[in-house]
């Protein structure tokens, strides 16, 4: 196969079955049998098409047969035998007999019977049509370049990767950017789009939009976008049909309304469940959603009012309509109540709507946890937000279960994640970085893997390593983002970072902002009064959550700081000294950082020269980092707090 310019990830057939002495070129030895699918399917289509590349060389039949009794999108693999209800679900068992086969599981040995945990299952792209990538990090867009839409090769292989791990929807353009959404629902872009979405289809992946809620002023020439005024709401029921007329097969719109600058309801007086409706009912007839973010918040604080605060702000503008979203609508909420920190309380939206569909939005773009510079295993982070006890309803109250639906019983569910994609040759900028990529998608699929089976299972189809190499590389996965952790921010407080960037430290960028992102730091302590006598926002929590958040003995320290303004003698259950945790975590954590770059260094050898070089290059930068983090806070609190290093290490 020739060398096509980018990376095929876990989808290197070729270099698998070099490494396993087969004739690659040998497609013909696969033979495919189909029983009850209609081979024309063009999902079906793509399966057969994926068995023959990925087992070319073995002499295997394989049947991918229909069974209506397994659940939707759902597969069971009995040795060489595939069945399932509907197309999708036989993809995803024939992804499954490929993982098992390029991990070594001879055929008599593969078994499984899986259904999928959430019903979406969705990327969200942050790409803008000049091909700039907002919080992009691996590159420039392979979606769009100078302002048009680019649909090749490289885009059937990242909807073959993305149907790989079972994800369903894709979100292609950024929510954030108003420009980038209003121009691909207008003539000039539908026929790309339409192209885009086919490949998609063939691949059992549904295409979505960012919309712009002020299209009707932005496009439409309306002096106003109040969603319930009639001259707006007809030019949507135009323009939806015109966008339907021409992409049959769109799911649906993500919307970003009232947010960071971003007109929407609020701007009439309206509530957001009366922009997020008229949508939706508008867009019902054509079968499709409106995913609505719940990102919205006072972005102009005044850093003097310890009153307000943004991580109320979901809750409080959200709450009240409980119950009154229609049936195609969905709100969409970040893990945590203020953006993608290292480190946050779960978002209380999540399981304080009882009577509304939601979905979990998680960023696997690395913003606030490195740019996939720093080593960063995110899945770990996943695991906790989705084990997390809401106490919204007795056997059924955790993260997950309202997620996936089976707390409210609605099948309008799921997970999104922000993507970490880009042009560069290995997709990820940093190749250890598409452990996230893979891992969102298999998570989300089957919430009940482990973090380290899903590092296991990333680390044995993306390299060739011996059985004591493979576990070092999980092992660096697994405790990358306790080190991240360490050396940055400590005990949930988060925010210190280089302002705009996001990348660095600096202790004090954000805390005279308007962004309400504060640490609140003084001679005495440091932290946010979360509590009862504070901004309250502990009290948004069902009991016993609420009382143990707002009791600073109860609360889990690893959030200490997120609830508490604490003095810096405070003594953790350790033993240690508030200020002298923050210096301990720091040496630490950089320390650790130091010694994962030196672990890398056995790699050698052992994978491709190329990727040897691009991760040491990133480990080089992440020491680096983690140094300047260290010694910045360090010297930061020292100088507040006066309190030397017990251990009488240099803080500047």
Not at 465 to 483: C, H, Q
Not at 521 to 546: C, E, F, I, M, W
Request: glycine residues 8%.
């Amino acid at each position: 196969m020739a060398n096509k310019g980018w990376s095929q990830l876990w989808l290197d057939y070729e270099e698998k079955q070099k490494a396993a002495g087969k004739a690659c070129a040998d497609q013909e030895t696969v033979e495919v049998k189909i029983d009850g699918f209609n081979a024309d399917c063009r999902i079906i289509k793509s399966a057969v098409k994926e068995l023959k590349r990925a087992l070319a060389g073995d002499a295997v039949k394989v049947t991918l047969a229909k069974n209506e009794k397994i659940a939707k999108e759902g597969y069971v693999v009995d040795k060489n035998v595939v069945s399932a209800s509907d197309c999708r679900g036989a993809l995803y068992g024939v992804f499954h007999l490929i993982r098992a086969r390029l991990m070594g599981q001879e055929y008599a040995d593969i078994a499984a019977d899986h259904a999928p945990s959430n019903p979406l299952r969705m990327m969200n792209h942050w790409d803008n049509m000049d091909g700039s990538i907002e919080r992009g990090y691996s590159g420039r867009s392979f979606f769009y370049v100078n302002d048009e839409i680019v649909v090749d090769e490289r885009t059937v292989d990242y909807a073959r990767f993305m149907a790989s791990i079972g994800i369903n929807g894709i979100v292609i353009n950024n929510v954030n950017v108003k420009w980038a959404a209003t121009d691909l629902i207008t003539t000039r872009f539908f026929d790309k789009v339409k192209e885009l979405s086919d490949v998609f289809e063939d691949y059992g992946i549904r295409l979505y939009l960012s919309l712009n809620f002020a299209s009707p002023i932005e496009l439409g020439g309306l002096p106003i976008c109040d969603p319930l005024d009639e001259s707006v709401i007809n030019w949507w029921k135009d323009k939806i049909k015109e966008v339907y007329d021409h992409l049959p097969n769109l799911g649906g719109f993500l919307v970003k309304a009232d947010s960071e600058g971003r007109p929407g309801p609020f701007t009439y007086g309206r509530t957001q469940a009366d922009g997020a409706n008229m949508l939706g009912d508008i867009i019902a007839p054509y079968g499709g959603i409106i995913i609505w973010r719940c990102f919205v918040y006072n972005c102009t604080q005044d850093w003097r009012d310890t009153k307000t605060d943004r991580a109320r702000a979901g809750y409080d503008y959200f709450k009240g309509l409980d119950g009154e979203y229609h049936e195609n609508v969905i709100l969409q909420i970040k893990n945590g109540p203020m953006d993608f920190q290292i480190r946050e309380p779960i978002s209380p939206l999540l399981g304080g709507l009882t009577k509304t569909n939601q979905m979990l939005e998680v960023q696997i773009a690395q913003e606030y946890t490195g740019h996939q510079i720093d080593l960063c295993y995110l899945i770990p982070m996943f695991k906790e937000i989705l084990g997390f006890k809401t106490y919204c309803k007795e056997g059924a109250d955790t993260v997950a279960d309202v997620v996936s639906g089976r707390t409210m019983g609605n099948k309008l569910a799921g997970m999104a994640a922000v993507i970490n994609t880009g042009n560069d040759f290995n997709w990820t900028g940093n190749d250890l970085a598409a452990a996230n990529l893979y891992g969102f998608g298999r998570l989300a699929y089957d919430t009940d893997l482990s973090a380290e089976e899903i590092a296991r299972e990333w680390v044995r189809l993306t390299f060739n390593l011996d059985a004591e190499l493979e576990d070092k590389l999980v092992d660096m996965l697994l405790r990358s983002r306790e080190i991240y952790e360490k050396y940055t921010s400590p005990l949930g407080i988060g925010w210190m970072v280089t302002p705009h960037d996001h990348y660095g430290p600096s202790v004090d960028g954000y805390e005279y902002s308007r962004w309400g992102t504060y640490h609140r730091a003084d001679h005495l302590g440091l932290g946010v009064d979360r509590t009862d006598k504070g901004t309250g926002y502990a009290q948004q929590y069902y009991s016993p959550n609420a009382e143990m958040y707002n009791d600073p003995n109860t609360c889990p320290e690893n959030l200490l700081l997120f609830f508490h303004h604490i003095p810096y003698t405070w003594k953790l259950k350790s033993g240690q000294s508030l200020i002298q945790y923050i210096y301990d975590s720091h040496f630490e954590g950089c320390k650790e950082a130091e010694e994962l770059a030196e672990t890398w260094k056995e790699f050698e050898g052992k994978v491709s020269e190329r990727s040897f070089a691009n991760v040491s290059e990133r480990f080089g930068r992440q020491v680096y980092n983690a140094r300047e983090w260290r010694d910045q806070v360090n010297s930061y609190f020292y100088r507040k707090s006066g309190i030397e290093d017990e251990k009488g290490r240099e803080i500047y």
